[in-house]
């Protein structure tokens, strides 16, 4: 695999790529190729047929995306992971610090990149609503909130609110060990915004900024995406 190199991110960009994972399954065996030993004893876990190509073209698509910003090949990108299990680049190009986050749901993948800042991304198919799942996720304002929409509404706002909550997660690199409720929206303000508290602060809300996804044109499925970090300065900029 031979592709052109990619500018970083600016220190006030996020890069989002997105792609449909069942697309990609013409590429599996370029992607098998490329993947470290442990990504393949993770693949070979699965279950389902489906679920590993789609873990494979996830992890492939991701060290070729990488490689183009690192000035390395998709095989040689070295990835660890923190403490709390969020992978990052150990080989990085002098002066830039490239972060990423990767999420998918079912067929639709999703990845941000920045550049000396942490981020997170979560995307998530909008399906029907599972009882009892807006009481783990939403606060006690925000719970009154939902009730209150017109049943109409109540599908699309829960997994916008839950993309936004996962994506703050994420950006901390802490998933869901602290609680969904750890950051708090105000339910009525749709697309970009802040949290109202964070951890109960709102202090802390102010220094995050949570921007919409986009619908990707290759997805056929409805999708809720955010993208998230703890600073204010930045925009998204869409790839392709």
């Not at 680049?89 to 800042?117: K, M």
């Not at 991304?121 to 909130?145: C, H, N, T, W, Y």
């Not at 009730?147 to 993309?163: G, I, K």
């Not at 996804?213 to 955010?226: E, N, Y």
Request: aromatic share 10%; proline share 5%.
């Amino acid at each position: 695999m031979i592709f052109s190199l990619l500018t970083p991110p600016s220190a006030h960009e996020v890069h989002v790529w997105q792609w449909d994972l069942d697309d990609c399954s013409g590429e599996f065996d370029r992607y098998w190729e490329i993947l470290s030993t442990q990504e393949r004893e993770r693949a070979d876990k699965f279950r389902f047929e489906r679920h590993r190509r789609r873990f494979v073209a996830g992890r492939g698509e991701l060290r070729r995306l990488l490689s183009r910003y690192l000035g390395l090949t998709p095989k040689e990108v070295a990835l660890d992971y923190g403490s709390d299990g969020k992978p990052f680049c150990t080989i990085q190009p002098p002066e830039c610090n490239i972060c990423f986050n990767l999420s998918h749901s079912e067929s639709a993948a999703a990845l941000a990149i920045s550049n000396g800042f942490e981020v997170g991304i979560d995307v998530e198919k909008v399906r029907p609503i599972e009882e009892g799942m807006p009481l783990e996720v939403f606060s006690v304002q925000e719970r009154a909130q939902f009730t209150a929409l017109p049943d109409r509404e109540r599908q699309e706002v829960f997994f916008e609110s839950w993309a936004r909550k996962e994506a703050c997660l994420k950006a901390l690199g802490t998933g869901f060990i602290l609680p969904p409720t750890h950051f708090e929206f105000d339910l009525s303000i749709r697309g970009d915004t802040t949290p109202r508290f964070v951890g109960g602060e709102a202090e802390e809300a102010r220094h995050w900024r949570i921007c919409a996804l986009s619908s990707s044109p290759t997805s056929t499925s409805s999708c809720a995406g955010a993208v998230a970090a703890r600073r204010t300065d930045w925009s998204i900029v869409e790839m392709n």
